[in-house]
């Protein structure tokens, strides 16, 4: 089976687009994902739709790793304009379109919009309401998540997520609203908070324009041949029956009547899919060649074992985050966060303003690099070298913090003959930091204990020693935006943390940094070393304790 991989595209406003693929040769297939949700929900159907040829699924602007659309225009019309984009820009078409909920919507106007891009159109989760059933339903639906100071905001998202597999609407808990089928497992849900948290205060924003374009009259416009999949599991099921009870439809729409079984519900996708792709050409979306792509500020670059995939189908991808270096110069500089952090998180002023030749990455179980197969320090060394020697780089600067000290002592031993590593240590052989428990609860207490572990911790650091200017200690408020994004790369890492952390303690950091030539700087800071936002502001403060 194709492995699934990850990449971005920038589209013509400098915005960028992540999504995943397989690397396959046969007939485009595009898959939509449902808000809030990410194209990581659907990598279950990729894996299904594999044997049919190249499967593609983007994370729609605004939600998982695609940036926001730059401008307020209203309703799906933006959405369509960024699908048509990138998949003009990638040779895409003709191609099948599925979509599910938002994602059905978006797939249905883009049948509109440009009916010659698409050869066969799969809707599942399609719904009809009436306009004031909608309003009715829509009170309340999509309430304010601004970043409360008490970390209450994170009860409303774990409660949004939580309900959203037990009533319709999800706000309103009573015996009248509640699903038949089974809640989701706390696991799921926690996984959707993250990306319901990765969309941040625009969470709303192409759900609520999905939302208001559920209706018929939409549907019966479209002209392309059709597959609407009304599926008996789905908890919205009640809606999909006056598109099961309209009539007629014209020959190129077929309306299915789905048992509630997902094997049932992913057999007529597939069989969909591939009656449809049956006469389009064989294609083939090739790793993109991130050495010429590095002037962006985000690159999937897949590692591991040859580039083999997980069990779960889908290949390990380190993050990468910068700017091209300029010229013949073949200098950078690395940043390497530490355990529980991310590339964004500690090094965001930094990636911002740092110019040419500035990077950071992502470890894996961090941020938004996956760590499918395990964590290994070794490996994880090894492929950022491999980066490396595919851009180019002959000289690098490395600045690792607590974990990333220990991946860049790491990586100065597997760097080939003609790389030149400069190690500058930051807070090597430290605590192993002890993040809370985070198993995820019924009640989301464990996120009200996250967030009051973050806050604990900067009122242990009141007055955070500022380096971005060379200042002293000052009163710093707290940033809650910052409490944010670490309490989102906490919840990311949870499940890997258990593997860095043994790691870390059975690191030998003596022996590692007595026998390493490469390192031109120690660093200890007794404050953490932050702008008032939490996150490094500059790596490279003056220090006399050097090995």
Known sequence: MSAIRQSYHRLRTGN?????????????????????????????LMRHLAPLGCVLAPDTPGYGYSDPLPNDDAGLAPYVSVLHEWIAALELAPLVLYGSATGAQIAAEYAKAHPEQVAGLVLDNALHFEVEEREDLLEGYFPDRAVQPDGVHLLGHWCNMRNLSRYFPWHRESEATALPAPAAPLDAVQEQLVDQLLAGAGYARAYRAAFE???????????????????????????????????PWGEHVRISDCGPGLDE???????ACQGMARKLPARTVQRPDFAREMDRQGVAVSYGDGGGASEEGENPALHWYGFKHSGESRRIVLLLH????????QFGPLLKDGGAGCYAVDLPGHGRSGAQGGIDLSGTASAICDTLEEMGVTQV???????????GLALSSAAAEGLSVSLNLVDAGGAVPLLPDLSPEEDGGHLLRLWDELLELR????????????????????????????????????????????I???????????????IAERISWRTPPTDDSGAVSRPLPQSENRP
């Open 16 to 44: 960028l687009l992540h999504y995943r693929y397989t690397e396959a040769d046969g007939p485009v297939i595009v898959l939509l994902h449902p808000s809030p949700m990410s194209s990581r929900f659907m990598a279950p």
């Open 265 to 271: 519900r992913y057999a007529l996708i597939f069989d």
């Open 338 to 345: 530490d355990l529980g952090a991310s590339a964004i998180g």
């Open 504 to 518: 870390l303690r059975d690191f030998d950091w003596d022996a590692r940094i007595s026998g390493c030539r490469d």
């Open 213 to 247: 374009n559920e209706h018929l009259s939409n549907l019966v416009k479209v002209s392309v041949p059709t597959q609407v999949i009304c599926w008996q599991g789905s908890p919205v099921y009640r809606w999909m029956k006056p598109i099961l009870e309209h009539g």
């Open 397 to 407: 600067a490395v600045y690792g913090v607590g974990l990333g000290a220990a991946v």
């Open 459 to 502: 009122r242990k650091h009141p007055k955070p020693l500022s380096i971005a200017r060379g200042g002293g200690p000052g009163e710093r408020e707290v940033d809650l935006e910052a409490v944010q994004r670490q309490a989102l790369d906490w919840l990311v890492v949870r499940q890997h943390l258990t593997a860095w952390q043994d």
